[in-house]
T-cell receptor, first 114, second 111 residues
Framework: DTGVSQDPRHKITKRGQNVTFRCDPI?????LYWYRQTLGQGPEFLTYFQNEAQLEKSRLLSDRFSAERPKGSFSTLEIQRTEQGDSAMYLCASSPQGVRTEAFFGQGTRLTVV | SQQGEEDPQALSIQEGENATMNCSYKTSINNLQWYRQNSGRGLVHLIL?????REKHSGRLRVTLDTSKKSSSLLITASRAADTASYFC???????????FGGGTRLMVKP
């Protein structure tokens, strides 16, 4: 499968715990994005990498959130000290370079904080 | 924050009918894209229309773009029950080409 893959698909965690999600983009795509989607809403941008460089972060990305893409391939998104408000679908997308290119999304990681 | 509004928020039609969804946005764009999302799943790209294009077709999909009104529409012709999903428009802007989504239209096609 050459699509974007995310792991895990579902995560239930207790409030205050740390969680980490992984995204494997399409191999030739140098751009990688993280989005968050709450129930009934459209996805909201969190952060963006070009190769290994994190070039932009949304105000939604509080200091409890950190994202990495160490070798310009897969990426991880970590949430520390989770709160119930962090419950959402976390979506990863990748795209090739260029302004007229579509983004390809993974299936998402559904996080539930109890 | 969401780029704009999608209209209607929910739409229920019979199989075989056409479905039209509208999207408005606020800022200048590089392009506008439409995505489909089945419940609890990721987004699937449907069609991309560039800022200098006015209309685009792909199979049963027809997208229009009016940059003077900052609006777009998605028409699904001869709908099928399998078209039941949420549909989102998204604009791209800036050097990183990040997507800014609307709130989506939840389409139900009854068999």
């Amino acid at each position: 499968d050459t699509g974007v893959s995310q792991d895990p698909r579902h995560k239930i965690t207790k409030r205050g715990q740390n969680v980490t999600f992984r995204c494997d983009p399409i191999s030739e795509h140098n751009r990688l994005y993280w989005y968050r989607q709450t129930l009934g809403q459209g996805p909201e941008f969190l952060t963006y990498f070009q190769n290994e460089a994190q070039l932009e972060k949304s105000r939604l990305l509080s200091d409890r959130f950190s994202a990495e893409r160490p070798k310009g391939s897969f990426s991880t998104l970590e949430i520390q000290r989770t709160e119930q408000g962090d419950s959402a679908m976390y979506l990863c997308a990748s795209s090739p370079q260029g302004v007229r290119t579509e983004a390809f999304f993974g299936q998402g990681t559904r996080l539930t904080v109890v | 924050s969401q780029q704009g509004e999608e209209d209607p928020q929910a739409l229920s039609i019979q199989e075989g009918e056409n479905a039209t969804m509208n999207c408005s946005y606020k800022t200048s764009i590089n392009n506008l894209q439409w995505y489909r999302q089945n419940s609890g799943r990721g987004l699937v790209h449907l069609i991309l229309i560039r800022s200098n294009e006015r209309e685009k077709h792909s199979g049963r999909l027809r997208v229009t773009l009016d940059t003077s009104k900052k609006s777009s529409s998605l028409l699904i012709t001869a709908s099928r029950a399998a078209d039941t999903a949420s549909y989102f428009c998204a604009t791209t802007g800036g050097a990183g080409n990040m997507l800014t989504f609307g709130g989506g239209t939840r389409l139900m096609v009854k068999p």
